[in-house]
T-cell receptor
Framework: NAGVTQTPKFQVLKTGQSMTLQCAQDMNHNSMYWYRQDPGMGLRLIYYSASEGTTDKGEVPNGYNVSRLNKREFSLRLESAAPSQTSVYFC?????????????FGSGTRLTVV | AQSVTQLDSQVPVFEEAPVELRCNYSSSVSVYLFWYVQYPNQGLQLLLKYLSGSTLVKGINGFEAEFNKSQTSFHLRKPSVHISDTAEYFCAVSNTGGFKTIFGAGTRLFVKA
């Protein structure tokens, strides 16, 4: 089915380890986003890519880096994981960043940092 | 600055009863408004959106929402809920340039038999 695919679905890291969360969309969307979801806090934007070749910080970028590899793929990297990064991470895409298209979300990556 | 407040963190309701999930926003500019649903262990799915025009918006699964500019609200309603509607619902607002979308904290809807 068309949509947003995230890998892995679950991950446990030790403090200080690094990892990359992968995201790919097959809807030819221009814009892609990484959010984290924590209980009672809704979704908070980590980084976004308005179009291929561009990336920008969101609300909570510290401790993360991103790469827009091509139009389909947008990865999120944790260089040195911390317990505060325990969360559920969602990748999303939209046709463009403006004009009210709404987002298509992946099914999430549940990350635990011990 | 924009903000979104979902007034209820949890809403329990019996099956076949009506439900309203409340959302208020603040913004100094014109906005687009969205409701998303998240079923357990899944990503968010767009339920409906208001961009312009009629203030009553119909979405999937029998849900509808009404935009009230004077009260800065966008409440979600369903006349008769099913067990399968048990999920978390998120209200979101973006400025009409669409360059910043803010999500509310979510409302957990529990539908009881």
């Amino acid at each position: 089915n068309a949509g947003v695919t995230q890998t892995p679905k679950f991950q446990v890291l030790k403090t200080g380890q690094s990892m990359t969360l992968q995201c790919a969309q097959d809807m030819n969307h221009n814009s892609m986003y990484w959010y984290r979801q924590d209980p009672g806090m809704g979704l908070r934007l980590i980084y976004y890519s308005a179009s291929e070749g561009t990336t920008d910080k969101g609300e909570v970028p510290n401790g993360y880096n991103v790469s827009r590899l091509n139009k389909r793929e947008f990865s999120l990297r944790l260089e040195s994981a911390a317990p505060s990064q325990t969360s559920v991470y969602f990748c999303a895409s939209s046709e463009s960043r403006g004009e009210g298209y709404g987002y298509t979300f992946g099914s999430g990556t549940r990350l635990t940092v011990v | 600055a924009q903000s979104v407040t979902q007034l209820d963190s949890q809403v329990p309701v019996f099956e076949e009863a009506p439900v309203e999930l409340r959302c208020n926003y603040s913004s100094s500019v014109s906005v687009y408004l969205f409701w998303y649903v998240q079923y357990p262990n899944q990503g968010l799915q767009l339920l409906l959106k208001y961009l312009s025009g009629s203030t009553l918006v119909k979405g999937i699964n029998g849900f509808e929402a009404e935009f009230n500019k004077s009260q800065t609200s966008f409440h979600l309603r369903k006349p008769s809920v099913h067990i399968s509607d048990t999920a978390e619902y998120f209200c979101a607002v973006s400025n009409t340039g669409g360059f910043k979308t803010i999500f509310g904290a979510g409302t957990r809807l529990f539908v009881k038999a």
